[in-house]
């Protein structure tokens, strides 16, 4: 019986899964499309157009001359202007990213234990600087740190030779820390706050004293929150122009400094230039946030 | 097994802002002893097992453990270990990391490491459990995994927090005898802490019955059931039914009691009253009779009652009897004849006599 009725009902079925699968090939297009259209448009072109670039010559008016070149990534890895602002960015967004690390995880640790009502008050604050821009609240730092600022003001006052503040790396680091500490907190907040403490006491009770329980229990078991953090932090600091543009002057340069200046300030403008620098700095972020990743998260999975 | 006490709690308070979580609890518990502190919940009964391990240190009193004082040593310097009521096993390590993580602690050469991990999975049968991680196990063989944990140290004590509330009935059951079965080969002494009396009836020698931060009593689970030594217990423990009244009379080792309404009990003293006392008369269920025909030979204790309710739930019948007013008495009977006949059962509505002897009711104090 299963021998008459099988090849017929399996034919069927094969036409019946193709007709749903075409339809469902349609349905998944239509859903897909706007997708797939923002990202190619706003996305994958511009990226093209980028990579095209850092392989043409730059033009003596600013335009581009259609001649194949690698003098764009060798000027990159020879001039030490370039190195310097690479060497620098990393640096200052590894600080910034250890610093934040440093008290974000004291801070949410903090919250987690406090009552309820007092975590939602101390969350909400965490949160109240965002409802400020933050280029202005970068223009507050600058009032504070300036040479006639508030602190100098302080110092004086109380009969202290005045501090060169702003304009330094100090400046920077600070107003990065300032305005990144936020999103290493939050994600490190949701990990603690999974986090069951009663495996903190196991370990107490198995002979782990404080600094061993946190750094074999509760370090490992919450470094999905601190991987996040790190990531949130460490990136758009690595690409911050404004921040050194506004404390650091024209002393601290990052590459988002000279990227900014290569498209538009620059006299004439060296798009090549740029794009190659973008694209260097775009593999070496994602490079960085792979291996990141693996030394961070392995152990859960 | 050695004499003496692992634990000794002396006097021991532990107050959370005005409430006496442990209130002035003495208690000695022996060498190589299965001991459980039973009781409803917020009794003081893991409050107490908090304070052995050294999560929470004694507002006043004294704990020693092996005759020195370990009121305010952390957890981490005691050499006791706990079983989890969640297990609290360490998600983010295999099974044999979780196990050698104490001994690791203790910076024990690593081949003996290995050899007393296998040894301990060995034990609560988990062997070639090690390399998987907790969360591919079941309930029951995690639990088994948070024993090998604790019991790999070798501790002087092992503290139990409800390690069997998560699981199933029948796993439970099981569970209680392989914890009794591995606590007499081991000879480590065990604190277990419950809310189920048939739990802590099963494994124990000894039980502590606690209540509102209190130790009511401590004893043997037949001292327990068989003489508690107030109403709490005698109600916490097993069934009971209870006949309030005043002591009228005494004599050597028992009482006269009388409800007010008519109703004389006598029953056995389990503490010295003096007449006039507002006491209970507390009958087990299965320890009164009830009989169509009067008794021969009268005893103390005899009502003519009617039957209200019969529940048949096959190992027993469960009666409830109308004694005097508006008191109903539950009395079972054990089916030991084997019979579908339906007059060999009570029926609703008979007369029957209800009757006990003296030495089956207790005169306990509320």
């Known amino acids: 019986m299963t021998t008459d009725t099988a090849p017929i009902s399996e034919a069927r079925q094969q036409a019946l899964s193709k007709a749903i699968n075409r339809s469902e090939r349609g349905r998944l297009f239509a859903l897909l499309f706007p997708g797939l259209f923002w990202l190619s448009v706003f996305f994958a072109f511009p990226l093209f157009v980028i990579l095209l670039y850092s392989f043409l010559t730059p033009g003596p008016t600013g335009n581009v001359i259609w001649k194949f070149t690698l003098g ?15 060497v620098r960015s990393l640096w200052i967004g590894v600080m910034t990213t250890v610093v934040c690390l440093l008290i974000g995880y004291p801070l949410a640790l903090y919250i987690v234990q406090r009552s309820p009502r007092w975590r939602n008050v101390l969350l909400f604050l965490v949160l109240i600087p965002f409802w400020t821009n933050f280029l202005v609240r970068t223009y507050a730092w600058m009032i504070i740190l300036a040479n006639n600022g508030v602190i100098n003001s302080l110092l004086q006052s109380i009969g202290m030779p005045r501090l060169t503040l702003l304009n330094t790396t100090g400046a920077v680091l600070v107003g990065l820390i300032y305005g990144e500490l936020p999103f290493m907190v939050l994600p490190i907040y949701a990990s603690i706050d999974r986090f069951d403490f009663t495996l903190l006491e196991a370990a107490s009770d198995l002979g782990a004293d404080r600094r061993r329980a946190f750094l074999r229990i509760m370090l490992p078991l919450t470094m999905p929150g601190v991987a996040a953090g790190s990531v949130l932090v460490f990136i758009p600091t690595v690409g911050q122009f404004v921040v050194s543009d506004l404390l650091g002057g024209a002393k601290v340069d990052m590459l988002g400094n000279l990227l900014q200046r290569l498209f538009t300030r620059s006299n004439p403008p060296n798009w090549p230039l740029g794009s190659a620098m973008a694209l260097i700095f775009m593999l070496v972020l994602t490079i960085a946030i792979i291996f990141y990743f693996r030394t961070t998260t392995e152990e859960d999975r | 097994m050695k004499d003496g006490y692992a634990i000794e709690m002396r006097d021991v308070v532990k107050r959370f802002g005005e409430v006496n979580a442990v209130d002035h609890v003495t208690m000695e518990i022996r060498n190589g002893e299965f001991f459980s502190m039973l009781g409803p919940s917020g009794c003081g009964k893991t409050t107490s097992l908090r304070m ?15 005759g020195t004082p370990i009121g305010t040593t952390p957890p ?10 969640s297990y609290a096993l360490f998600p983010h390590m295999s099974v044999a990391e979780n196990v050698a993580f104490g001994l690791e602690m203790k910076k024990v050469p690593r081949a003996d490491i290995t050899r007393r991990v296998d040894e301990a999975l060995d034990m609560v049968r988990l ?3 090690g390399e998987r991680r907790p969360r591919q196990l079941s309930g029951g063989q995690q639990q088994r995994v948070a024993l090998a944990r604790a019991l790999v140290n070798r501790p002087d004590v092992l503290l139990l927090d ?3 509330g998560a699981l199933d009935l029948k796993l439970r059951k099981e569970m209680q005898i392989e914890l009794k079965r591995l606590q007499e080969r081991v000879g480590i002494t065990f604190i277990f802490v419950t809310h189920d009396q048939e739990e802590a009836l099963t494994m124990s020698d000894r039980i502590a019955v606690m209540s509102e931060g209190k130790a009511l009593q401590i004893g043997t689970p037949t001292e327990i059931y068989e003489r508690p030594n107030c109403r709490f217990v005698a109600d916490f423990i097993g069934e009971s039914n209870f006949i309030r009244g005043r002591v009228s009379d005494l004599s050597a080792g028992s009482a006269t009691i009388s409800d007010g309404a008519g109703l004389t009990l006598r029953g056995q003293l389990v503490q010295p009253l003096t007449v006039g006392d507002e006491v209970y008369v507390s009958v087990r269920p299965e320890k009164a009779r009830l009989s169509v025909q009067r008794p021969a030979d009268p005893p103390a204790n005899m009502f003519q009652v009617t039957v209200d309710r019969v529940s048949y739930i096959g190992s027993d019948t469960r009666i409830m009897v109308q004694l005097g007013q508006d008191r109903l008495f539950s009395v079972w009977e054990q089916n ?11 029926q609703r509505g008979e007369q029957g006599y ?11 104090k509320d």
Request: charged share 15%; glycine share 4%; hydrophobic share 45%.
């Open chain 2, 354 to 364: 209800l009757w006990w002897p003296v030495e089956n009711a207790l005169v306990l």
């Open chain 2, 52 to 66: 052995i391990a050294g999560f929470e240190y004694p507002t006043a009193g004294e704990i020693l453990l092996n």
């Open chain 2, 162 to 164: 409800e390690p069997l």
């Open chain 1, 72 to 86: 764009n990534y060798a000027t990159l890895f020879t001039k030490d202007l370039y190195v310097n602002a690479y």
């Open chain 2, 76 to 85: 981490f310097q005691r050499n006791v270990n706990t079983v989890f009521q």
């Open chain 2, 127 to 129: 062997s070639g459990y």
């Open chain 2, 336 to 346: 030991t004849r084997s019979t579908v006949d339906r007059d060999a059962y009570w």
